[in-house]
């Protein structure tokens, strides 16, 4: 059995406002700063041997503080990246709520598709593959990504379809813990958070 984190990255300040996916130049704010400092303090006793992250500013910048913790460096999978959100990256979730497309995507997220996007059927099947890669037995493994992406892992754990994502929350620096072997796993925790 191995123990893999699934770390999203801190918050920024667009988040809540802006639909910013893979848009570049997001950075953590002062408070995604001090999230990142308390999730390495949290970590810091988990014996990871393997940290990744997406490769987005943001989660580089809440990855490095873990990684220092640790004594491990940040090695970046393009499989944890955010969704491709094609059309709708930079736009305000307020210029969003009218567009009939937005509400399929947040009604049928197991078929819909943002305009010249990913959907996230597609992100599932690159964080799958990436936790594929870890179901043998070895030291602890943290995962550094996004929101969506790290439900469709959960979900996909839960057995539950992707249409049920918004039946979990994964808020800014929350961590929460599988346990996988070949052929299956389990979730440990949920969402779980260290003030800063």
């Known amino acids: 059995?191995?123990?893999?984190?699934?770390?999203?990255?801190?918050?920024?300040?667009?988040?809540?406002?802006?639909?910013?996916?893979?848009?570049?130049?997001?950075?953590?704010?002062?408070?995604?700063?001090?999230?990142?400092?308390?999730?390495?303090?949290?970590?810091?006793?988990?014996?990871?041997?393997?940290?990744?992250?997406?490769?987005?500013?943001?989660?580089?910048?809440?990855?490095?503080?873990i990684a220092a913790a640790l004594g491990l460096t940040v090695?970046?999978?393009?499989?944890?990246?955010?969704?491709?959100?094609?059309?709708?990256t930079g736009r305000s979730f307020d210029a969003l709520a009218d567009d009939p497309d937005w509400a399929a995507w947040n009604t049928a997220r197991a078929t819909a598709r943002p305009p010249e996007g990913e959907g996230m059927a597609e992100a599932q099947g690159r964080i799958l593959r990436i936790l594929d890669r870890f179901a043998e037995d070895g030291p602890p493994v943290i995962l550094v990504s996004h929101g969506d992406?790290?439900?469709?892992?959960?979900?996909?754990?839960?057995?539950l379809?992707?249409?049920a994502y918004d039946r979990i929350v994964v808020d800014?620096?929350?961590c929460s813990e599988l346990a996988l072997w070949p052929g299956g796993g389990r979730v440990v925790s949920l969402n779980e958070r260290t003030a800063p």
Do not use: N, Q, Y
């Not at 997406?54 to 989660?59: C, G, I, K, M, W």
């Not at 090695?75 to 059309?87: H, V």
């Not at 992406?149 to 057995?159: E, M, N, S, Y």
């Open 1 to 65: 059995m191995r123990r893999v984190f699934l770390v999203r990255h801190a918050s920024h300040d667009r988040l809540g406002r802006i639909l910013c996916g893979r848009m570049p130049g997001v950075a953590l704010s002062a408070t995604g700063r001090a999230e990142a400092d308390a999730l390495a303090r949290r970590l810091a006793g988990s014996g990871a041997g393997t940290l990744l992250a997406s490769p987005r500013e943001r989660t580089a910048e809440t990855a490095a503080p």
């Open 172 to 174: 800014p620096a929350s």
């Open 161 to 163: 379809g992707l249409d």
């Open 149 to 159: 992406v790290i439900r469709a892992a959960l979900l996909k754990r839960l057995g």
């Open 75 to 88: 090695e970046t999978e393009p499989g944890l990246d955010e969704i491709d959100f094609g059309a709708w």
